[in-house]
């Protein structure tokens, strides 16, 4: 039988997959025509979703507000101050469950639009290729946020997470291996790029630019920078526009909503009120300066907020007019720091400063800008870090950069903060980069094996 998608994703993030009885469904229909696989892939409020704890674990938040620390729930507490486990055995995991959700509709879509109804053979084949997409990149932020970093030299063994590939709700939850959870997005995004278009409709659905952007970010994060430029290059071949934040310096009334941001190449968000009003750290505000459109134009002060705090906070969202939703989808200016981060790994130092200049000349008014000079292909390699954590403050995506850069000893990081007069200190390569699993979910399902 064909089962209702928000029923079924219920059931599966909620009881364990053998624990699921049928239910009679009255009332409801089967998907049977392609437009009902369109409708379930246009559904933002599931299919957009992305991360949301890294927000807090990232080195580019810091909460020094007594109010703010007061107010703070206790997961968040947890994955701020990088505890061993953040939930209670009855709690849910909002970026695990929306993840998982993602894939299991993904692969509702996969199971049927092909047989469907009303559709052209082109337009379903374009749809599953966009099922492959969506289930390629929950399955990377679900490997980047509970699996060890990407090792070449142990993925084959390390702990990925569970990989469902059917909606078939009866199948062993054991967690695939790093490498296997690696290859299967890049499988899905390779299969996937043949039906789809250069460009989307809109920038919540796949495209051509997506596959090669997700492909890049993926690449990167195995350190394979030879095909991450590759792939780079192919996304920045079909969408290449920024923002010129100099047109928004005396009047943000026309910075463009998220769906129509030339820079989104794959919108993807975090959509909570407990993610606005973030404090952002010292030393990135220092970084920062006041002359850097994205201070001034991101960067408000606690006033400004509801509640309001002492200290500033991450803004940008507010332009959108959509109030919570923040991007850490895929961007322009995220695959042109890809490609500057390969330059300067293959020595190549004027490339990358070139492609730094080239983004932050939109960051600065003339009167401010100062062009980076070329020195080292290492000192190039510092400033493209450094360029990516003014970039994506506030987003969550820091907090994978520091995991990942941790493989590279001159750019591993010691992170120390305190919470509650409590000083805590999360060390390079530490376990608890390494999300822990919902203990629900493996009491749920015990063949699901936690993190240490």
């Known amino acids: 039988?064909?089962?209702?998608?928000?029923?079924?994703?219920?059931?599966?993030?909620?009881?364990?997959?053998?624990?699921?009885?049928?239910?009679?469904?009255?009332?409801t229909r089967t998907f049977k025509y392609t437009s009902d696989y369109r409708a379930l892939l246009d559904n933002s409020a599931v299919m957009e979703a992305g991360f949301s704890l890294p927000i807090y674990s990232g080195d580019?938040?810091?909460?020094?507000?007594?109010?703010?620390?007061?107010?703070?729930?206790?997961?968040?507490?947890?994955?701020?101050?990088?505890?061993?486990?953040?939930?209670?055995?009855?709690?849910?995991?909002?970026?695990?469950?929306?993840?998982?959700?993602?894939?299991?509709?993904?692969?509702?879509?996969?199971?049927?639009?092909?047989?469907?109804?009303?559709?052209?053979?082109?337009?379903?084949?374009?749809?599953?290729?966009?099922?492959?997409?969506?289930r390629a990149y929950s399955y990377w932020c679900l490997v980047s946020l509970y699996a060890?970093?990407?090792?070449?030299?142990?993925?084959?063994?390390?702990?990925?997470?569970?990989?469902?590939?059917?909606?078939?709700?009866?199948?062993?939850?054991?967690?695939?291996?790093?490498?296997?959870?690696?290859?299967?997005?890049?499988?899905?995004?390779?299969?996937?790029?043949?039906?789809?278009?250069?460009?989307?409709?809109?920038?919540?659905?796949?495209?051509?630019?997506?596959?090669?952007?997700?492909?890049?970010?993926?690449?990167?994060?195995?350190?394979?920078?030879?095909?991450?430029?590759?792939?780079?290059d192919k996304a920045l071949a079909i969408q290449n526009n920024i923002l010129d934040l100099r047109q928004?310096?005396?009047?943000?009334?026309?910075?463009?909503?998220?769906?129509?941001?030339?820079?989104?190449i794959f919108s993807k968000i975090v959509s909570s009120y407990l993610f606005t009003g973030i404090q952002l750290d010292t030393a990135l505000l220092s970084q920062l300066g006041t002359k850097d459109l994205r201070y001034t134009l991101f960067v408000k002060p606690g006033t400004n907020f509801s509640p309001a705090f002492t200290g500033y906070g991450y803004w940008r969202y507010r332009y959108s007019r959509e109030m919570q939703a923040i991007n850490n989808g895929l961007t322009v200016t995220e695959v042109m720091l890809i490609k500057a981060e390969c330059a300067a790994r293959d020595n190549n130092?004027?490339?990358?400063?070139?492609?730094?200049?080239?983004?932050?000349?939109?960051?600065?008014?003339?009167?401010?800008?100062?062009?980076?000079?070329v020195g080292t292909a290492a000192e190039a390699l510092k400033s493209v870090v450094e360029e990516r954590k003014l970039e994506f403050f506030g987003t969550g995506l820091r907090w994978l950069d520091q995991k990942r850069l941790n493989k590279d000893a001159a750019l591993a990081t010691t992170v120390k903060r305190t919470f509650k007069d409590v000083e805590y200190t999360l060390e390079p390569n530490s376990p608890r980069y390494v999300y822990p699993i919902g203990t629900k979910y493996i009491l749920l399902n015990p063949e699901i094996e936690q993190n240490p």
């Open 1 to 27: 039988m064909k089962r209702v998608i928000y029923f079924l994703a219920a059931v599966l993030l909620t009881t364990g997959c053998r624990k699921y009885v049928e239910i009679d469904q009255i009332g």
């Open 60 to 134: 580019d938040t810091r909460f020094l507000d007594a109010s703010k620390q007061a107010s703070m729930t206790d997961i968040y507490y947890n994955a701020y101050t990088w505890q061993p486990q953040y939930w209670s055995d009855i709690q849910g995991d909002v970026d695990w469950e929306r993840l998982y959700k993602v894939i299991y509709t993904a692969n509702e879509v996969m199971d049927g639009v092909m047989d469907s109804e009303r559709g052209t053979d082109d337009l379903k084949r374009q749809l599953y290729a966009e099922a492959q997409v969506h």
């Open 148 to 232: 060890k970093q990407y090792d070449a030299a142990t993925a084959s063994t390390d702990l990925g997470v569970p990989v469902l590939l059917t909606p078939n709700l009866f199948v062993s939850l054991k967690r695939a291996s790093v490498a296997t959870v690696y290859n299967q997005i890049i499988s899905d995004l390779k299969a996937a790029e043949p039906a789809l278009s250069d460009l989307p409709d809109y920038n919540t659905r796949p495209s051509k630019a997506a596959v090669y952007a997700l492909l890049a970010r993926t690449y990167l994060g195995m350190r394979d920078f030879t095909n991450a430029q590759l792939y780079a």
């Open 248 to 264: 928004f310096a005396t009047s943000t009334a026309s910075f463009p909503y998220r769906i129509n941001d030339k820079e989104v």
């Open 349 to 373: 130092a004027n490339a990358a400063i070139d492609l730094l200049n080239t983004l932050r000349e939109k960051r600065f008014l003339a009167a401010d800008y100062i062009a980076l000079t």
